[in-house]
């Protein structure tokens, strides 16, 4: 299993990371990113665990 320490400290955020993609897969990217809605609830229930725990949110599409 992957540790938060095994992530580069200069690794790109997902904006930086799609504005590299070609165009044959950014726009798919964009959409998905631009058409995502946080789901209320599971924010709140996140936010319970965040004094204890560190939460890392990773975002991919693996089609």
């Known amino acids: 299993m992957a540790m938060l320490s095994d ?3 200069d690794a790109p955020d997902c ?3 799609m504005e590299t993609m ?3 897969y950014k726009g798919g990217f964009l959409r998905q990113r631009n058409e ?4 209320p609830e ?5 936010g319970t665990f965040s004094e ?3 939460i890392v949110i990773v975002f991919a599409d693996w089609c």
Request: proline letters at 0%; zero cysteines.
């Open 22 to 24: 070609s165009q044959m």
């Open 7 to 9: 992530v580069q400290s």
């Open 52 to 54: 204890d725990y560190r």
């Open 36 to 39: 995502y809605k946080l789901n």
């Open 15 to 17: 904006g930086e990371y």
């Open 42 to 46: 599971a924010i709140e229930k996140l």
